[in-house]
Each structure stands twice: as structure tokens, then as C-alpha cells.
């Protein structure tokens, strides 16, 4: 059964960094992606990276602070984000496409499996 589980979350202030970690127990880690809801809000595509690595695509939100890789013989994904804003308050959620994509989908439903999910807050 696929497994992923989110780390790396917490409180910073505005214009600091946090990097989330997602570990992900499966035998062939697919197209993955960062989604992210915010209290009262619909969860939303932050980035996600094809199979390869070779293609990534984030939200206009987080182009040029937020950095997503990937480790295919670890089987984890990163995301670095940098000079985080209050906007960025949310849960921040892995999750895992099963469809070998060469573009990273925005589309929650294209999505099979995620995790718990990991807060982030950032303060003003």
C-alpha cells in the first residue's frame, strides 16, 4: 500500500525559510506534487515534479520562492520555500499522481494518494 508522510513544517516568521520533506513508501514513485489549504479555502496546486525530475510546475504564487526535487532512489520530495509570506499559511499536503505524465498535473482529482499533512504558519 502506498504511504506518504509529510515533514518539516512549523512556525516562521515572514521572509524566513522552511523545508517539507515527504517520504513516500511505494516501489515506483510516480509524478509528484505539493497542494496546499489554507482555513476556509479549497485546497490548491502549489508545484509538482514529473517521474524524471525533468519537468516541474508551480503555481504563479510560488514561482521564484519555492523549489521542488526529488530523490528516486530514496523515495522522498522536497520542497524548499523561501522568503515565506502569510499567504503561505496553510497545510501543505504531498501527494503522489500514479499516471507516468511528462507535465505534472494541477489537478487535485489526477492525484491518487497523499498524506497526512503538515502545517505551516507563517507570522507577520
Known amino acids: 500500500q502506498v504511504q506518504l508522510v509529510e515533514s518539516g513544517g512549523g512556525l516562521v516568521q515572514a521572509g524566513g525559510s522552511l523545508r517539507l520533506s515527504c517520504a513516500v513508501r511505494?516501489?515506483?514513485?510516480?509524478?509528484m506534487g505539493w497542494f496546499r489549504q489554507a482555513p476556509g479555502k479549497e485546497r490548491e496546486f502549489v508545484v509538482g515534479?514529473?517521474?524524471?525530475?525533468?519537468?516541474?510546475r508551480y503555481a504563479d504564487s510560488v514561482k521564484g520562492r519555492f523549489t521542488i526535487s526529488r530523490d528516486n532512489h530514496k523515495n522522498t520530495v522536497c520542497l524548499q520555500m523561501n522568503n515565506l509570506k502569510t499567504g503561505d499559511t496553510a497545510v501543505y499536503y504531498c501527494?503522489?499522481?500514479?499516471?507516468?505524465?511528462?507535465?505534472?498535473?494541477?489537478?487535485?482529482?489526477?492525484?491518487?494518494?497523499w498524506g497526512q499533512g503538515t502545517q505551516v504558519t507563517v507570522s507577520s
Open positions: 501527494a503522489e499522481d500514479v499516471a507516468q505524465r511528462g507535465r505534472p498535473s494541477l489537478e487535485r482529482a489526477e492525484y491518487a494518494y
Open positions: 511505494t516501489f515506483i514513485m510516480y509524478t
Open positions: 515534479i514529473s517521474w524524471s525530475g525533468g519537468s516541474t
